[in-house]
């Protein structure tokens, strides 16, 4: 452990310091002595597990915890810094992009862009000035849109490049990103990494915080890593003539985690048994736009013990359909029908779908995943009450015994189970959700991005999990953009693309060719 190392070319002197940064909370200390140095013009990796200290080291710097709470040593420039909150960062030309996006939706591009940093002339907004500045901005993020537009009207990566312009409105120094491309396409994430690229050809000292190791690997200049709290070590990146970057990736991941994983992916080791699961033709509509078909005649089948990938590239109909089967949570059911055992079974509503053994891990784990502002326990129990009561009645030493065990189950980093769910890491929230419905006791889980912007210890620690229920027989769909995910978990996979199945193949005969080829087939079944 120790103070990174500076590895600026020609001796350049660090734009931003952070030198032995202390910060507790009751009963945990979140940052214990880190240390971290961004030079201008670079693109610097920040990374380490869900808990490592990421997100509480960028507070303080950002200002929301702000000095006096924290120990340790500031400098901007080479000037000491004590940032009192939020507005003195951004007046250092500190700016930081958070995975959930800060736009207000009703209002203009040109509105959110200078909130709170109006362009005025005696107290009354100068609207030509907003919105040319805005134009300008605009342009130099490469987004091809009308200030004038709503934000709740474009996409989340054309809202993420939004930001990223209202930052650069602030004449940004250093631009922290938090997650940036946990929520985007791949061409909306290639765009954004591109402008990473402009950014630190500008000058700016951009930071990103990022689970995903290739784009970490395709525009860092350096990578720090941080483990419990501490700085593991600081990586320059260097690229040879074909542009293969010098820093293996088993090296961050060993550094992450402290130790080696020594494959991504866990054995496949159970039975598959019979078909216990069959979805026929099942057709659903969009909610609003009438004649909009979402999913269109799709059949599936999950056998006991069996982990089944669905594959698709977004709008394909995934979510729609997975959310759709579970008590039609999604859309005008058209048509279908959903076999248990051979024989059909009533998923109408949600308390249906669970009653019939169906369990749902959504994609959203914060808004319709958990319970942001109660407990650890009483997320865990809230699918299946009926488990922990008598007579209607709550018993709260059954539900503390039995949620306790789940959560034990799930490996949950916490600090008890009456710890408030919204303040754990990313990871943790994630393995609350898990433990809900597998609190349920479920014959179908069907997990939706289940690993989406966590870090690789805790996704091997959840694919362990999925593996585990498999071979106690439980039946798994997985939902995943992440195609080496799909292809690593999977003994058979799906294909969707526009609402319908477009293939199947088996896990050992998969490659990533295969289904994306399937993927972007619109003929129907392969």
């Known amino acids: 452990m120790g103070e990174p190392h500076n590895t600026g070319t020609g001796g350049t002197a660090p734009l931003l310091l952070m030198r032995d940064i202390r910060k507790g909370f009751p009963g945990v200390q979140a940052l214990d002595g880190v240390s971290l140095s961004v030079r201008a013009g670079t693109v610097h990796a920040l990374m380490g597990e869900n808990g490592a200290g990421k997100s509480t080291l960028m507070k303080v710097l950002s200002g929301v915890h702000p000095a006096g ?38 209002l203009s591009v040109s509105e959110n862009m200078f909130l709170g ?26 987004l091809d849109e009308n200030p004038a537009t709503p934000v709740a009207q474009l996409s989340v990566g054309a809202q993420q490049l939004v930001e990223i312009a209202k930052a650069l409105a602030k004449s940004v ?29 500008q000058g700016v000292a951009c930071i990103l915080i990022s689970h995903k190791l290739g784009e970490v690997m395709q525009v860092s200049d350096e990578v720090t890593v941080l483990r419990d709290g501490r700085t593991v070590e600081t990586l320059p990146v260097e690229r040879d003539a074909d542009g293969v970057p010098s820093v293996a990736e088993d090296r961050i991941i060993r550094g992450m985690v402290g ?31 009438a004649g909009r078909r979402m999913v269109d005649g799709a059949s599936l089948t999950v056998r006991r013990g069996e982990v089944v990938g669905l594959a698709g590239l977004m709008g394909a109909g995934r979510t729609e359909l997975a959310m759709s089967v579970f008590g039609r949570s999604y859309g005008r059911h058209v048509r279908g029908t959903l ?12 308390a249906r779908a669970i009653a019939a053994g169906l369990a749902y891990v959504p994609e959203d784990r914060k808004g319709l995943g958990l319970v942001l502002d109660d407990d650890v326990r009483h997320n865990t129990s809230l699918a299946a009450l009926g488990r922990i009561s008598t007579r209607g009645v709550l ?3 059954r ?31 994630q393995k609350v959700v898990l433990g809900k419905w597998m609190f349920t006791r479920p014959d179908l889980l069907i997990l939706d991005e289940p690993t989406r912007g966590i870090d690789v210890g805790a996704k091997y620690e959840i694919h362990l999990i999925v593996r585990r229920l498999a071979e106690a027989g439980a039946c798994v769909l997985l939902i995943s953009s992440e195609l080496p995910e799909v292809l690593g978990m999977s003994d058979r996979i799906y294909t969707m693309c526009e609402g319908r199945i477009t293939g199947e193949v088996p896990g050992e005969a998969a490659d990533q060719e295969t289904l994306m080829r399937l993927m972007t087939a619109t003929g129907g079944a392969a």
């Open 69 to 106: 709470t924290h120990t340790g040593e500031i400098l901007v420039g080479g000037e000491p810094a004590a940032f009192t909150g939020v507005a003195d960062s951004e007046r250092a030309g500190i700016a930081i992009i958070h995975q959930e996006l800060a736009l207000v939706p009703h």
């Open 399 to 429: 539900e503390a015994v039995e949620t306790g065990e789940t959560t034990r189950d799930m490996r949950l980093r916490s600090h008890g189970p009456t710890q408030v769910v919204r303040t754990l890491s990313g990871g943790n929230q």
């Open 339 to 350: 076999h248990k055992d051979g024989r059909e079974a009533d998923t109408s509503t949600a």
């Open 117 to 142: 940093n109006e362009r005025s002339h005696r107290g009354v907004i100068d609207w030509g000035s907003t919105h040319a500045q805005a134009r300008a901005l605009l342009e130099r993020v490469g």
């Open 173 to 201: 120094r250093v631009l922290i990103l938090d997650e940036p491309t946990s929520a985007l396409n791949e061409a909306e994430s290639a765009r954004l990494l591109d402008l990473l690229t402009e950014l630190r050809g």
């Open 259 to 289: 130790r080696d994983l020594d494959q991504r992916y866990p054995d496949r080791a159970g039975t598959v048994g019979e078909v216990r699961f069959e979805v026929r033709d099942w057709t659903v509509d969009h909610p609003v736009q």
């Open 395 to 397: 018993d709260p030493g």
